[in-house]
């Protein structure tokens, strides 16, 4: 079975830090663009970050330039994003997705993880 895996999602303080984790199981990361995408309640969903597959370029939404990461593991086929300075406006659902064909972030997201909930407290 063809699956992302999302995990380390939690509830933080305002300034705190999470670190993401996308684990790929029943297929390899390495020719994915991966990207990170959250949907909060009464806003439009928002694409966070990216990365490629082919040389590691990244992207990063003006919302989260400078606070958060995102980097990836090929050996251990997962992908992260780390968010620090984290602020309540960040608090959402988080969802990781893969698909080819993008020059940084997935031209068409072929998968989908499930979701890990990020609350920010102030």
């Known amino acids: 079975q063809l699956q992302l895996v999302e995990s380390g999602g939690g509830l933080v303080q305002r300034g705190g830090s999470l670190r993401l984790s996308c684990a790929a199981s029943?297929?390899?990361?390495?020719?994915?663009?991966i990207g990170w995408v959250r949907e909060a309640p009464g806003k439009e969903r928002e694409g966070v970050s990216c990365?490629?597959?082919?040389?590691?370029?990244?992207y990063y939404a003006d919302s989260v330039k400078g606070r958060f990461t995102i980097s990836r593991d090929n050996t251990k086929n997962t992908v992260y994003l780390q968010m620090n300075s984290l602020k309540p406006e960040d608090t959402a659902v988080y969802y990781c997705?893969?698909?080819?064909?993008?020059?940084?972030?997935?031209?068409?997201?072929?998968?989908w993880g499930q979701g890990t909930q990020v609350t920010v407290s102030s």
């Open positions: 997705t893969a698909g080819i064909g993008g020059s940084v972030c997935p031209e068409k997201n072929d998968y």
């Open positions: 990365i490629s597959s082919s040389d590691g370029s990244t």
């Open positions: 029943g297929f390899t990361l390495d020719y994915y663009d």
